[in-house]
């Protein structure tokens, strides 16, 4: 995918001000504006000057798609890395008025799924003497073992402000949050009253925490189910053998059964995530070949090559 650099389609620096951005966009929309300049090409980047500013006048959104620039290099397709977005504090709305799908798809893959959240600013419809403030939305990541035990983590969460000379920059601010045993990924904890201030009289709003599970080494969830991917040598796929297995709450012995086939998966029930009903733990094999490198392994291999009547590639006519 193409990274849109959107500072330079609106021909400013990456530091300008919110007011700097709003007088390039105005300059550039009067100019390629399909109703006044019928030039080929026009049209293209009036276009570009559009989804750039739409990006770029919100400070929420320009300050998710600061974070991913940063780690973008000329010369690469861009790729959004996992949970690009964790620990940016959002509010619920302002954060998208656009409308993905009239975008690139650059565009698009950032901020057209579960970002796009309709609403007004916290100065909008419910702009009364009293009312409520405004949600916030972040996403977290935790430890996956966190969701087998339950646990208290400090999450440090950054917001976007605005200073009084127009900058964008980030307040951070650090939450003692419990994690609940048996949290899936995707699945939201609630802190009442963590959200923006109420006005007059009003309740503050509430910050909702969407969980996502760190990378693990060796694990991997899918639901309350939970893989891995369990190295086994030749011989126990084969004969068939106990392997001591790592699993999220401590190892458990498993049983291998003889003539086992790379990919085959082992269910332990009710070992996954913690719930009612609880998820499953799943061991992938992965037949692991030893190395031939010393001669009295070599010449193991060249044994099997004469006395074993086996062909890896039957079927393929050749």
Known sequence: MEYKDYYKNLGVERNATQDEIKRAYRKLARTYHPDVNKEAGAEAKFKEAGEAYEVLKDPEKRTAYDQLGANWQQGQDFRAPPNWDAGFEFSGGGYTEGDASQFSDFFDSLFGGARMRGGGGPFGERAQFHAQGQDHHAKIEIDLRDAFTGAKRAISLRTPEVDAGGHVGLKERTLNVSIPKGVREGQHIRLAGQGSPGMG???????????????????????????????????????????????????????????????????????????????DFYAVLNIVLPPADSEKAKEFYRQMERELPFDPRPGLGV
């Not at 004969?239 to 990919?263: R, Y």
């Not at 998966?265 to 996954?272: Q, S």
């Open 201 to 279: 009289k009003g309740a503050a709003g509430d910050l909702y925490l969407e969980i996502r599970f760190a990378p693990d080494r060796l694990f991997r969830a899918e639901g309350r189910d939970v893989y891995m991917d369990l190295p086994v040598a030749p011989w126990e796929a084969a004969l068939g053998g106990n392997v001591k297995v790592p699993t999220p709450e401590g190892a458990v012995m498993l049983k291998i059964p003889p003539g086992s086939t790379q990919g085959r998966t082992m269910r332990l029930k009710g070992r996954g995530i913690p719930g009612t009903p609880p998820g």
